[in-house]
Nanobody
Framework: VQLQASGGGLVQAGGSLRLSCAAS????????MGWFRQAPGKEREFVAR????????YYADSVKGRFTISRDNAKNTVYLQMNSLKPEDTAVYYC???????????????WGQGTLVTVSS
């Protein structure tokens, strides 16, 4: 399974960005996809996840109501729409694939390379 994340960049607080994660076909055999992020000097943290089949989603409390995860099964691509961005959202964002509905990064088997999101105040 190969994952390619893109869409990061520099944005002002209150702005929006959309991240994309293009997955190889084998990713569809997994339960679903998740987004994680890692800020400088901090542990990697769960952001959101989605099921390929049902489309069911789950979010971290810190992003609920601001971020939306979605998928396009025809394109094997998962998106993370990020609105009302805050400086504390600054991090490298990673997409990952898992066989389970989980927020535990240890249970994600495949990872993309990460894309940097910087939110200026």
């Amino acid at each position: 399974v190969q994952l390619q994340a893109s869409g990061g960049g520099l944005v002002q607080a209150g702005g929006s960005l959309r991240l994309s994660c293009a997955a190889s076909g084998r990713a569809r055999s997994m339960y679903g996809m998740g987004w994680f992020r890692q800020a400088p000097g901090k542990e990697r943290e769960f952001v959101a996840r989605i099921s390929w089949i049902s489309g069911s989603t789950y979010y971290a409390d810190s992003v609920k109501g601001r971020f939306t995860i979605s998928r396009d099964n025809a394109k094997n691509t998962v998106y993370l729409q990020m609105n009302s961005l805050k400086p504390e959202d600054t991090a490298v964002y990673y997409c990952a694939a898992s066989r389970r509905a989980t927020t535990d990064s240890d249970e994600y088997d495949y990872w993309g390379q990460g894309t940097l999101v910087t939110v200026s105040s």
